[in-house]
């Protein structure tokens, strides 16, 4: 979906707002490419995945997208270069640690996932609607656009991931709790995990 979006309007859109009720991109393109902004919003809405596109009065779109998840479908996995942020102290306050801790927990996602039998296939966007799981597209949505900037600002957008992805680690578990039984809201988070993991570097433990 994110690819279709990119290509439609000739540059990736970037994400708006927290998505915790509504998934929503903003686009410049039509102002960029001076052309009429609903012709290109006909043009989206009819794209796999989009629930409705609003064309603003200052000439951007706003595109809202039904499944949010889907994204990690087609979300690029760019080797990004790790900071060089101390390894001590291993508290919160040091963002060295909180970027590493967080991709050494999905790593332990993926282990736990193993020994639990959570399936691996079978992944369904739509189960990844805890606010939770949003805040981590949310911010993962940003990636496209990053890479294409003179400036991405990398050390800050990898420690807003970690640290959505520690609140959804912690609090909209990605593998059973006590005698729940493994299901496909646990593949997709998963899914998720290793997609954070992969862009994320550090030790599989710490």
Not at 72 to 79: A, F, T, V, Y
Not at 92 to 106: I, K, L, M, Q, S
Not at 108 to 123: I, K, M, S, Y
């Amino acid at each position: 979906m994110l690819e279709e979006l990119a290509e439609a309007l000739g540059e990736p859109p970037a994400p708006e707002g927290t998505w915790e009720r509504e998934a929503v991109y903003v686009s410049a393109a039509a102002l960029r490419r001076r052309l009429p902004p609903e012709p290109l919003a006909e043009r989206i809405s009819a794209l796999p995945g989009v629930d409705r596109v609003e064309a603003e009065p200052n000439g951007f779109l706003r595109i809202i997208v039904r499944e949010p998840g889907e994204l990690l479908e087609s979300l690029p996995r760019p080797d990004l270069p790790e900071p060089a942020w101390p390894d001590f102290p291993r508290t919160w306050d040091n963002p060295g640690f909180v970027v590493r801790y967080a991709h050494a927990r999905t790593c332990a996602v993926r282990r736990w996932a193993d020994q639990l039998r959570v399936p691996l296939t079978g992944f369904r966007p739509e189960l990844l609607d805890d606010p939770r799981d949003r805040l981590v597209l949310r911010v993962l949505a940003e990636l496209p656009g990053r890479l294409g900037s003179r400036d991405p600002g990398w050390e800050a957008y990898l420690l807003r991931l970690a640290l959505a992805y520690h609140d959804a680690h912690e609090h909209a578990p990605a593998v059973p709790v006590g005698d729940e039984p493994p299901g496909p809201v646990h593949t997709a988070r998963v899914r998720l995990a290793e997609t954070v993991g992969g862009i994320i570097a550090g030790p599989d433990r710490l």
